[in-house]
T-cell receptor, first 115, second 114 residues
Framework: DADVTQTPRNRITKTGKRIMLECSQT?????MYWYRQDPGLGLRLIYY???????NKGEISDGYSVSRQAQAKFSLSLESAIPNQTALYFC??????????????FGEGSRLTVL | AQSVSQHNHHVILSEAASLELGCNYS??????LFWYVQYPGQHLQLLLK??????LVKGIKGFEAEFIKSKFSFNLRKPSVQWSDTAEYFC????????????FGAGTTVTVRA
């Protein structure tokens, strides 16, 4: 079983719909992240959380919200989806800060298409 | 301007050829450097990372990377590629005091022909 699990893996929806992408992890890490991958742009950080009570915006948080329901669960919501949110979304975890030698562990991705 | 630049968008080569992928970053000060790989249909996984110490870092599957501070570079190399190295490769940099942030390059798609 994957250590970082994302659901759904694929979703097609219409403009204006509310969408939730869920992430759960069994690694026991406190730090969780949501990234978006677009061709030619690499990965960009949407939100990150260092524990259940700590939620922070990343570089492209507009149009998104998150919920950290438990240490192991971190959900990403699109309140009103728009076509330019069509992308591949990755959840990731880390055990340490990056400047302490930490690294990201990724889920398998959720491909979202907004028509 | 992008903080992490990968100069090659798509590289095509034959099996047994040598591979070098360029990565440059624009942050000053102490950084931590990473290469991630995404095989077709799979999630990103870590190839190697530089945290401190020897600037020549060896990773999984025969890959290595060299941190050259004066050139702000962290190029990835493999002496002899295999068909199974076909993947997308991402360079990532944790900037100074950026303990929460990894800045990713745009990625390089590597296609290895048998």
């Amino acid at each position: 079983d994957a250590d970082v699990t994302q659901t759904p893996r694929n979703r097609i929806t219409k403009t204006g719909k509310r969408i939730m992408l869920e992430c759960s992890q069994t690694k026991g890490h406190d730090r969780m992240y949501w990234y978006r991958q677009d061709p030619g742009l690499g990965l960009r950080l949407i939100y990150y959380s260092f524990d259940v009570k700590d939620i922070n915006k990343g570089e492209i948080s507009d149009g998104y919200s998150v919920s950290r329901q438990a240490q192991a669960k971190f959900s990403l919501s699109l309140e009103s989806a728009i076509p330019n949110q069509t992308a591949l979304y990755f959840c990731a975890t880390s055990d340490l800060a990056f400047n302490d030698g930490g690294e990201l562990f990724f889920g398998e991705g959720s491909r979202l298409t907004v028509l | 301007a992008q903080s992490v630049s990968q100069h090659n968008h798509h590289v095509i080569l034959s099996e047994a050829a040598s591979l070098e992928l360029g990565c440059n970053y624009s942050y000053g000060g102490t950084v931590n450097l990473f290469w991630y790989v995404q095989y077709p249909g799979q999630h990103l996984q870590l190839l190697l990372k530089y945290f401190s110490g020897d600037p020549l870092v060896k990773g999984i599957k025969g890959f290595e990377a060299e941190f050259i501070k004066s050139k702000f570079s962290f190029n990835l190399r493999k002496p002899s590629v295999q068909w199974s190295d076909t993947a997308e490769y991402f360079c990532a940099v944790s900037p100074p005091r950026g303990d929460y942030k990894l800045s990713f390059g745009a990625g390089t798609t590597v296609t290895v022909r048998a």
